[in-house]
């Protein structure tokens, strides 16, 4: 009898799916990102080397009139990932008041990620109408966790002067995507603006999404997710609800990720690209859709690996 009759089920998945990287996701304010922004390859250069940390990305502040501008950026990311394809993006319409509206836009590996559905959140609460200067856009995902198979992404980009009102009323909007999809796990992501000055340290209290049970902050208070030297603001959030979702994350993996240092940037330099840094999390991953393979490409399978790692048969 071979070798190979003892192998086991999980060495095998182990083999053909070496630990299943963790899928990442980010919210980013990309500061008033237009055709302008595209048009700097210095810029797009940055932008495309942070987003291709992700496997979905959030980006807010996207004011892409003619919507032009993330498709070249999305374009650009898929060159820079060896032109194959790999990124697709799902975008709001225009959101807010009066002449200034913004999008929210999903950017995301369609080869691992699945968009389900989405929708605008009708801000029509009885008791709070028209609260949010940019109502959430919610989307539905198909993610690659078996203890996770969907999840939903709710951002949010607070008007300043009003942030506490929006970050509290996130609450009716979670109750409004449980009733519509009758699911709990849902991210909260966003720049919130919850901190410096926009929302009071006596005030979470009377936040609901801060007091209610089972919300999770995984971006603290005392982070900084401001690209300037002389701010440090814990602006950007990210709020997990659901147990299956809390139990998905990765232990310490919510931070905010500082591009200018990691590409060696001037202050002068990163601010060109955005005044916030991307805020993320991981969440543990799983294969999925494995197909089955021909014993004699098991075979060449097992020769490969045993001699990359110094082993025979």
Known sequence: MGPLCFWRPTLLLFLLCPAGAPLKICAFNMQRFAEGKTEKASVVDTLVKILARYDISVLQEVMDVKEKAIPALVDALNRFDGGSGTYSYHTSPLLGRGNYQERYVFVYRHQRIRMIDSYKYEDNHPDRPDVFAREPFIVRFSVPNKELPELMLIPLHTAPTHAEAEIDALYDVFLNVKSRWGMEDMIFLGDFNADCGYVAKKRWKEIRLRQKPD???????????????????????????????????????????????????????????????????????????????????????????????????
Request: aromatic content about 10%.
């Open 215 to 313: 919300f999770h902050w995984l971006i603290g208070d005392k982070a900084d997710t401001t690209v300037r030297e002389n701010t440090r603001c814990a602006y950007d959030r990210i709020v997990v609800h659901g147990q299956r979702c809390l139990d998905a994350v990765v232990p310490g993996s919510a931070q905010a990720f500082d591009f200018s240092k990691e590409f060696g940037l001037s202050e002068e330099e990163a601010l060109e690209v955005s005044d916030h840094y991307p805020v993320e999390v991981e969440l543990y991953s799983a294969c999925q859709g494995l197909q089955p393979i021909h014993p004699a490409g098991l075979v060449l399978l097992a020769a490969t690996v045993l001699s990359t790692s110094g082993h025979g048969f």
